[in-house]
T-cell receptor
Framework: EAQVTQNPRYLITVTGKKLTVTCSQN?????MSWYRQDPGLGLRQIYY???????DKGDVPEGYKVSRKEKRNFPLILESPSPNQTSLYFC?????????????FGPGTRLTVT | SQQGEEDPQALSIQEGENATMNCSYK?????LQWYRQNSGRGLVHLIL?????REKHSGRLRVTLDTSKKSSSLLITASRAADTASYFC????????????FGTGTRLQVTL
């Protein structure tokens, strides 16, 4: 089954404790992206990757890191989480066509930073 | 910055009625997409319309795009309770078509 998986689905952590949210897709997609969703703000892009070893900042990259060492994986790293990073996070992937292509979303990771 | 803005923010209709949601955006686009999100879950792609297209259909969905007005609309005909969800438009800019910018969404409630 074609899908994007994220782990963990729920995470409660404390300020400053490094964490990683994993994202994996099995569709051989070139493009992958991370979003955060906050009430009233919709989805905002954190980072995206056009292909292996190619990553770029989205609209709200501060406090986050990513890497794309393999095509299928795109982990999101919070080196020193803060309470304002409490949010619902989504990973997505797509074929990355010039004229646009549909994005497939993971189920989401609900992060709480205390 | 937010590219798309949906209108209305919330919409409540009865089953069987049609639901229309609008999306406005600010800069040139390459494509515009609509997604649905059930409460707290991942988004599901509904339809993609390219900037050189004016209308597209998919089942009970009809999307229009007016690039001169920088706006799009999503029409759901004969709505069902299962259509209750949030609907988002997302735009892709020329040269970065894969990078989508999402609006804040319309919450649709369909009651029996």
């Amino acid at each position: 089954e074609a899908q994007v998986t994220q782990n963990p689905r729920y995470l409660i952590t404390v300020t400053g404790k490094k964490l990683t949210v994993t994202c994996s897709q099995n569709m051989n997609h070139e493009y992958m992206s991370w979003y955060r969703q906050d009430p009233g703000l919709g989805l905002r892009q954190i980072y995206y990757s056009m292909n292996v070893e190619v990553t770029d900042k989205g609209d709200v990259p501060e406090g986050y890191k990513v890497s794309r060492k393999e095509k299928r994986n795109f982990p999101l790293i919070l080196e020193s989480p803060s309470p304002n990073q409490t949010s619902l996070y989504f990973c997505a992937s797509s074929l990355g066509r010039q004229w646009g292509s549909e994005q497939y979303f993971g189920p989401g990771t609900r992060l709480t930073v205390t | 910055s937010q590219q798309g803005e949906e209108d209305p923010q919330a919409l409540s209709i009865q089953e069987g009625e049609n639901a229309t949601m609008n999306c406005s955006y600010k800069t040139s686009i390459n494509n515009l997409q609509w997604y649905r999100q059930n409460s707290g879950r991942g988004l599901v792609h509904l339809i993609l319309i390219r900037s050189n297209e004016r209308e597209k259909h998919s089942g009970r969905l009809r999307v229009t795009l007016d690039t001169s007005k920088k706006s799009s609309s999503l029409l759901i005909t004969a709505s069902r309770a299962a259509d209750t969800a949030s609907y988002f438009c997302a735009t892709g800019a020329p040269g970065t078509a894969s990078k989508l910018t999402f609006g804040t969404g319309t919450r649709l409630q369909v009651t029996l």
